[in-house]
């Protein structure tokens, strides 16, 4: 299971931490990837991080702002939002890679996503 | 980037009859493994995406058998039998070969 929690309504430039509680595996094993879709469009991905946390890809879109990071003691994913703009607005997934040593080349398993609101 | 580029944009389809859903990428798929990442994801009207095909044919345990993936290289299609009033959503592909990830633009299944 994967539960995203965070999301909030927040201001063009603010910040927000969106964090992904993960259960019913081992999470180290696992790449995992945020994947984000804006209201009534199509999915985005975002960025993704091997498991232990060592190799980390991010969108042009978002890099340099957002950073990924994962607390493997915890079955935590987290993703911290910086310099928000209002095209950020979006529901974020979190999303789990199929097994150990594909990474995130499939992705079998998403949370139910948080909404992120940037809105003056 | 690799672009993903699905039709139609909207499949309205009639129960009981066949759907076709085609993607095709802008660059090849096959990875330097020797495999090629290409999914297609189901998404119902107010849920998370669904896996439910990956590298081209597979499919996920406990997805029905009448959705098929095929295709190599560029150009892929899932299929759906006979739709059912619970394949109605958006599906989409994503390739999953090189890094940015990239997702179609989604087709719309729908029932006439």
């Known amino acids: 299971q994967l539960l995203e929690s965070g999301g909030d309504l927040e201001q063009p430039g603010g910040s927000l931490r969106l964090s992904c509680a993960a259960s019913g595996f081992t999470f180290s094993n696992y790449a995992m990837t945020w994947v984000r879709q804006a209201p009534g469009k199509g999915l985005e991905w975002v960025s993704s991080?091997?498991?232990?946390?060592?190799?980390?890809y991010y969108a042009v879109s978002v890099k340099g702002r957002f950073t990924i990071s994962r607390d493997n003691s915890r079955n935590r994913l987290y993703l911290q939002m910086n310099s928000l703009r209002v095209e950020d607005t979006a529901v974020y997934y979190c999303?789990?890679?199929?097994?150990?040593?594909?990474?995130?080349?499939?992705?079998?398993?998403w949370g139910q996503g948080t909404l992120v609101t940037v809105s003056s | 980037d690799i672009v993903m580029t699905q039709t139609p944009l909207s499949s309205p389809v009639t129960l009981g009859q066949p759907a076709s859903i085609s993607c095709r990428s802008s660059?090849?798929?096959?990875?330097?493994?020797?495999?090629?990442?290409l999914s297609w994801l189901q998404q119902r009207p107010g849920q998370p995406p669904r896996l439910l095909i990956y590298e081209i044919s597979k499919r996920v345990s406990g997805v029905p058998d009448r959705f098929s993936g095929s295709g190599a290289g560029t150009d892929f299609t899932l299929k759906i039998n006979r739709v059912e009033a619970e394949d109605v959503g958006v599906y989409y592909c994503?390739?999953?070969?090189?890094?940015?990830?990239?997702f179609g633009g989604g087709t719309k299944v729908e029932i006439k």
């Open positions: 660059q090849s798929l096959v990875h330097s493994d020797g495999n090629t990442y």
């Open positions: 999303a789990k890679g199929l097994d150990a040593t594909t990474g995130t080349k499939t992705i079998d398993y």
């Open positions: 994503m390739q999953g070969t090189q890094f940015p990830r990239t």
């Open positions: 991080i091997n498991g232990d946390g060592l190799n980390i």
